[in-house]
């Protein structure tokens, strides 16, 4: 239907490529089988400092008021292969980030144990919000086949060396639409203007 729709209205005028996936492949899976379409000019140079241009990646059931502009600064600022929009809020998995922010291992809170990446002496957990800024050559780094979320790749890559950073977006609004009550929540914020 949505393929339909766009052409319908010839894609609004713009270039609109769509990603089939005939099964689900996860965070990972499905940013690795659209990296064609994102290394489509990653060689030619973007930005004024002459490196490549980064892109965002932001999952499709959150709503935020992140400030976007400054999470890209910072990631370039940082010259990090991907940085991660985190917060200090409740959450059934947790990634793990050093005083420096740079990630280390995840939790699950269902008792397991923490999955440690890069050690550190003392780690924060932190909430990560579905919303990434990402180097183009991460694509050419992740290794993994089939399903897979994209934190599998994060925790590789950062025990490699890599720097996958968290940006802190504790002041910001965030809600995972998920739940229809959640749906009726972010309506509700975004009348009383929290949102």
Not at 10 to 19: H, Y
Not at 115 to 139: C, K
């Amino acid at each position: 239907m949505v393929v339909d729709y766009l052409k319908k209205n010839d894609n609004f005028g713009m270039r609109i490529e769509v990603s089939r996936e005939d099964v689900l492949l996860d965070t990972g899976g499905g940013l690795k089988k659209a990296a064609w379409f994102l290394l489509e000019d990653a060689n030619r140079p973007h930005d004024s400092s002459g490196g490549e241009e980064p892109f965002l990646l932001h999952n499709v059931d959150v709503i935020s008021t992140i400030d976007l502009r400054r999470m890209v600064q910072s990631h370039k600022e940082h010259q990090a292969l991907a940085t991660l929009a985190v917060q200090d809020r409740e959450t059934s998995r947790y990634l793990l980030f050093d005083d420096q922010l740079q990630l280390c291992g995840r939790r699950v809170t269902s008792g397991e144990k923490d999955e440690i990446a890069r050690p550190s002496r003392q780690v924060t957990a932190l909430a990560f919000s579905g919303i990434h800024v990402i180097s183009p050559r991460l694509l050419t780094m992740m290794t993994e086949e089939g399903v897979f979320s994209i934190i599998t790749s994060y925790l590789r890559l950062a025990g490699s060396g890599e720097q996958i950073l968290a940006f802190r977006a504790d002041e910001y609004y965030w809600l995972d639409l998920g739940k229809p009550e959640n749906v009726t929540k972010a309506a509700q914020d975004f009348e009383q203007k929290r949102l």
